[in-house]
């Protein structure tokens, strides 16, 4: 449980910064953020793993660079968490696709970096 909370919370945290680092993403205010920090953290423990895997099965050649390679997949992860997010939860929007992956890898890399913190 509590893992579920602080991944809820990063996400939330998240949502809040991306209008700021990246055009094309709309968070409409706090309380559609701690919504998607919810939902994409539930997707993240329910489904998270098991797209991990599946990504790592398909991108093997580039998990085998590294650390950069594992960077990538989790990017790709949180991609489509993003986009299953943005399809349930009103108040979050990305104009495209590329934002929704450009809003991944900036998740991803901030999600790195508490990480490394914590």
């Excluded at 205010?29 to 919504?35: C, R």
């Excluded at 489904?47 to 990504?55: D, M, P, W």
């Excluded at 790709?76 to 939860?89: D, G, K």
């Excluded at 990305?94 to 790195?112: D, I, K, N, P, Y």
């Amino acid at each position: 449980m509590p893992q579920l909370l602080a991944s809820a919370v990063g996400f939330a945290v998240g949502m809040l910064l991306l209008p700021a680092m990246i055009r094309g993403v709309r968070v409409r205010g706090t309380g559609a953020a701690l919504k998607a920090g919810i939902v994409c953290g539930l997707l993240s423990a329910v489904l998270g793993k098991v797209l991990l895997v599946l990504l790592t099965l398909v991108f093997l050649p580039i998990v085998l660079t590294g650390a950069l390679g594992v960077f990538v997949v989790q990017a790709l992860v949180n991609a489509v968490l993003l986009a299953m997010t943005s399809r349930i939860v009103s108040g979050i929007e990305f104009e495209r696709m590329r934002t929704t992956l450009w809003a991944a890898f900036a998740l991803t890399a901030l999600q790195t970096v508490a990480r490394m913190l914590v």
